[in-house]
């Protein structure tokens, strides 16, 4: 018998904002970020970050991203965390 185990969590966080230029990844106002959310995988992430994009589409200098939180949360996979006390 099989044990129903979650699928692991990868996080992902979506959010933008409004450029200083097209050439680079440079935000005009920090405060103005708008941080969309944090995602348990990347296929809910994309679909966030799509919908996000899309309503920003008349504003050629507002961009949206996805960060592999995971992976800067751990960023070598095959690396074991420390166990409590150790």
Not at 15 to 18: A, C, I, L, Q, R
């Given at each position: 018998?099989?044990?129903?185990?979650?699928?692991?969590?990868?996080?992902h966080?979506v959010?933008?904002?409004?450029l200083?230029?097209?050439e680079?990844?440079?935000?005009r106002?920090?405060?103005?970020l708008?941080?969309?959310?944090?995602?348990?995988?990347?296929?809910e992430?994309?679909?966030?970050?799509?919908s996000?994009?899309?309503r920003?589409?008349?504003?050629?200098?507002?961009?949206?991203?996805i960060?592999?939180?995971?992976k800067?949360?751990?960023?070598?996979?095959t690396?074991k965390?420390?166990?409590a006390?150790?």
């Open positions: 018998m099989t044990e129903n185990k979650p699928p692991k969590q990868l996080l966080l959010f933008g904002g409004e200083t230029s097209l680079g990844v440079e935000f106002d920090l405060h103005e708008d941080v969309v959310g944090i995602y348990p995988n990347y296929a992430a994309y679909a966030a970050w799509k996000a994009a899309q920003t589409v008349d504003n050629a200098m507002m961009r949206y991203f960060v592999h939180m995971h800067l949360l751990d960023p070598d996979p690396h965390a420390p166990t006390g150790a």
